[in-house]
Each structure stands twice: as structure tokens, then as C-alpha cells.
């Protein structure tokens, strides 16, 4: 069973909306810090926002005023809206679950976007 399993992405327009989802299955789950990356075809990951356990926010210059991170404790998920999508936007994501907030790391396989002129 996979720590952390991202879905909800897709093919969308300039323009258009995207929400991601990731499902953190741990038990500690509680405790986490979260945070989403992206990486595009032939460039380096970067973080996009992240979350801590107390739920202060964080995020990439690119994704302010555009992104939201959120999470659920109730439903042990966490979320990245995504609004005003460009296309230097298409990437894959993924999910980053941090235990305790501490050095280990729990990636997910990844959600492709595609965003299209």
C-alpha cells in the first residue's frame, strides 16, 4: 500500500481550473507536513506549496495568488487548487508526505496536468 496516492489531474486549457487530491494512508497521518511538487519534460523538481501540521502555508512565487493548498484531516487528504492555469503549468505532481515534519520523505507516483494554449 502506497504511503501517499495523488489524483485528479488532467488535460485543461490556459485558463481553466484543476484540483488535485492525495490520499495520505500512514497512521500518523495527523502529524504530517505536506507539500506538492512539479516537475515539467527536461527541467529540475520544484516545490509548489506545502502545508505543516498546524496549517500554515507556503508557497512557490509562480503558484501565489493562483494555488491553493489545503488538506482534510477528517478525510486524511490533502488538496492543490489550481486556478488561471498557464501552459508552462503542464508538469507532473506529486504528492510529499514528511512524518512528523521531520527529514523522511513519502512521494506518490505523481498526477500528470496538461495545460494547453
Known amino acids: 500500500q502506497k504511503e501517499v496516492v495523488e489524483s485528479g489531474g488532467g488535460s485543461v486549457q490556459a485558463g481553466g481550473s484543476l484540483r488535485l487530491s492525495c490520499a495520505v494512508t500512514?497512521?500518523?497521518?495527523?502529524?504530517?507536513?505536506l507539500a506538492w511538487f512539479r516537475q515539467a519534460p527536461g527541467k529540475e523538481r520544484e516545490k509548489v506549496a506545502d502545508?505543516?501540521?498546524?496549517?500554515?502555508?507556503d508557497y512557490a512565487e509562480f503558484a501565489k495568488g493562483r494555488f491553493t493548498i489545503s488538506k482534510d484531516n477528517a478525510k486524511n487528504t490533502l488538496y492543490l487548487q489550481m486556478n488561471s492555469l498557464k501552459p508552462e503549468g503542464t508538469a507532473m505532481y506529486y504528492c510529499?508526505?514528511?512524518?512528523?515534519?521531520?527529514?523522511?520523505?513519502?512521494w506518490g507516483q505523481g498526477t500528470q496536468v496538461t495545460v494547453s494554449s
Open positions: 502545508i505543516d501540521s498546524r496549517g500554515t502555508t
Open positions: 500512514k497512521s500518523t497521518r495527523n502529524t504530517y507536513c
Open positions: 510529499v508526505a514528511y512524518p512528523g515534519c521531520g527529514t523522511t520523505q513519502y
